[in-house]
């Protein structure tokens, strides 16, 4: 390739690439929403070309001007309609500038055109995904000037300027300092992106975290620095603090902060926040996901939702890493080996900064539990790759914390009686309900802790968790359990066996279709009955949440079991009234109600207005009505 440098040669005129064509065809014809991401796309090449000048300033000291700040200018022209993005990066020599912005399509370019068919409209999206950014002034611009002059010493300055429509020039560039200048002459549908304070607002939504300095007409457009990648001992409380509200659009400080980097198996840097509050409890639906995904400083995707898993919506941050492709998309992310490998990285440390935290400051943990402990139980339920780190997170009240403190799996595990095989839990609306349920009596009687669980989601996690610690996990309201040791000072005189059985069969017959089996219970001491939950793994929380759908009295009684505490005196005065003619049917009603009792105490009475009826009755037969 020759070219005069003494006489002022003029242009010399080129095609694009065929795909070149096509793909600035589409931008130029179809693309019309959210245009202003061109913004983005020339910052992010200015920040590029700035970090390998950077790089090699570094690496080469041979370097010449380094004076020259490292900053990214945009100057704004309304009057003839023209916005201009000056770097002092690296530039490009007149091969580098023929090849990459007209003559070698990027592999992205394929891809992004393949994408485009499919799409069938236009995507703007796409176009930084592909690797194709440049391309993207096209859509505001009705003419394109590049002026660039690389870094290397004897290099001159070269004008690049196309329409976008089949053509290119160049043609050398008197006087072009280091670095690239690129103008766009905008046009008339997109006037707007010479104003200064539209382009501030979109550099604020873009590319505030682009760690050089963008100055909008001279003005600084940028405040907030790349906090994550710098070393987390030089970085002040308040920049932190400030970097949340920033991204986390917070009026308040972070709860926890979790700046971490790491070399292998990744490199990444990142920077994670738990906020004070979760919104989603406070009503205000449910969270969208808050982690910013970047490569070297460079924004690649907001808040993208297949990044990390779902539970960990409520986490606020950014995390970069250099091993990511610039052009990754929402759709490869989750196939993509390295994005896959990222998140559980990240998943992974989060987990171990937060049972770090836990151990080191309980009560702190316990604040933090109660406002975002709902996404971890959701998380152990659902998060099947870091369950047993999610498990050990856990955190509920029980029959051995004081009211209000919280006990983990472990610390029960590390309480368990001689032979105790199995973790047991209850559900109720509070401690005082669960406390004067029949429920944990037998549990009382040998000394065995159980833990409380006080919303229906925490049936579901336990049961979905099974085991800790080799544990079973096994709700208190079950039918068979098989508690170790012996019950201590139980009251009065079992009724014999023959007998025992007798009043069960007669019961089962006078219940019918409301239980599916009356047995001698070997856990009461105090009640007279208590309802369990008989197989099918359904625990009293699950069935009270079917019960919400479904109030059919018959369709619970084939879950429900009555346990008979055949030393109490009604049961054994019931016995005694139900062999007799005369009382036979008073002894019913007494059944009804000894079964509806025990429904009520289980949570589980589908329709109390017979109950009341009844009452009613037995109170007018007790008053000597
Ligand atoms: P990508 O940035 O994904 O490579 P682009 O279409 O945005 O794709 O840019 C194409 C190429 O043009 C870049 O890879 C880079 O080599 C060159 N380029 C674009 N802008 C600049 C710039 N401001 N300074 C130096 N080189 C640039
Ligand atoms: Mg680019």
Not at 60 to 82: M, V
Not at 122 to 131: A, E, H, M, S, T
Not at 283 to 304: A, E, Q, S, T, W
Not at 537 to 544: I, L, S
Request: glycine share 6%; net charge negative; aromatic share 8%.
């Amino acid at each position: 390739m020759t070219s005069d440098l003494t006489s002022a040669p003029a242009a010399e005129t080129h095609e694009f690439r065929a795909e070149i064509r096509q793909l600035l065809d589409i931008v130029i014809h179809s693309l019309y929403t959210h245009r202003e991401i061109f913004v983005r796309e020339l910052i992010s090449n200015a920040a590029d070309a700035l970090e390998k000048f950077r790089h090699e300033t570094l690496v080469n000291p041979d370097i010449p001007e380094k004076e020259r700040e490292l900053a990214i200018q945009i100057a704004l022209d309304e009057a003839a309609t023209t916005f201009t993005i000056s770097d002092s990066g690296v530039g490009m020599t007149r091969e580098e500038l023929t090849e990459n912005l007209g003559t070698i399509a990027h592999s992205g370019t394929k891809a992004f055109l393949a994408e485009m068919a499919k799409a069938g409209k236009g995507d703007v999206n796409l176009i930084g995904k592909f690797g194709v950014g440049f391309y993207s002034a096209f859509m505001v611009a009705k003419k394109v000037t590049v002026e660039t002059r690389s870094y290397h010493s004897d290099s001159q300055g070269w004008r690049w300027e196309s329409d976008g429509v089949g053509t290119w020039t160049i043609a050398p560039a008197e006087n072009a300092p280091r670095g690239t200048r690129i103008t766009l002459h905008l046009r008339e549908d997109a006037e707007e992106f010479a104003r200064a304070p539209q382009v501030r607002e979109i550099i604020r939504r873009f590319s505030s975290f682009v760690p050089f300095p963008i100055l909008v007409d001279g003005e600084k457009a940028n405040t907030v620095q790349a906090l994550w990648t710098r070393n987390k001992n030089e970085v002040k409380e308040e920049e932190y603090a400030e970097f949340f509200k920033f991204i986390a659009n917070a009026g308040d400080e972070p709860f926890y902060r979790l700046h971490f980097s790491a070399d292998a198996p990744l490199a990444i840097n990142a920077l994670l926040f738990v906020p004070r509050d979760n919104v989603e409890r406070l009503g205000f639906g449910r969270m969208r996901p808050g982690v910013d995904l970047y490569c070297r400083k460079v924004l690649i995707m907001k808040h993208p939702e297949e990044l990390l898993p779902e539970w960990m919506r409520f986490v606020r941050g950014v995390v970069d890493s250099e091993d990511l492709p610039l052009n990754i998309s929402r759709e490869t992310l989750q196939d993509n080996r390295l994005a896959r490998k990222l998140a559980n990285v990240i998943t992974g440390k989060f987990l171990g900064f937060l049972d770090e935290q836990a151990r080191h400051d309980p009560e702190r943990y316990a604040e933090f539990w109660a406002a975002h402990g709902r996404f971890l139980k959701e998380g152990a339920a659902e998060d099947f790759a870091h369950q047993e780190k999610l498990a050990k997170l856990l955190r509920f009240e029980s029959s051995a914390t004081e009211p209000g403190k919280l006990a983990s799996l472990a610390d029960y595990v590390s309480r368990m009686v001689e032979g105790q095989q199995e973790i047991y839990y209850i559900n109720g609306p509070s401690r005082a309900g669960i406390e004067a349920g029949p429920y944990i009596e037998a549990f009382r009687a040998r000394g065995i802790e159980v833990l409380y669980t006080f919303e229906p989601i925490d049936d579901f996690v336990l049961s979905n968790l099974r085991v800790f610690d080799g544990k079973a996990l096994v709700s208190a309201d079950s039918g068979d359990l098989n508690l170790p040791g012996e019950q201590k000072d139980p009251e009065g005189e079992p009724m014999p066996e023959a007998d025992a059985q007798a009043l069960c069969e007669w019961l089962k017959e006078a219940l019918g279709t409301r239980v599916s089996e009356v047995k001698v219970s070997a856990r009461l001491v105090s009640s007279p009955a208590v309802a369990t939950t008989g197989g099918l793994g359904m625990t009293g929380a699950m069935h009270r949440v079917l019960m919400a759908m479904n109030r059919d009295a018959e369709t619970h009684g084939a879950f429900m079991t009555l346990e008979l505490n055949t030393r109490h005196p009604l049961v054994k005065r019931l016995d005694v009234l139900r062999r007799d003619d005369t009382t036979r049917d008073f002894a019913r009603e007494l059944a009804d109600q000894l079964n509806d009792n025990a429904l009520m105490a289980a949570g589980l009475l589908a329709d109390p207005r017979a109950m009341v009826e009844r009452m009613n009755r037995l109170l007018a037969k007790a008053a000597g009505l």
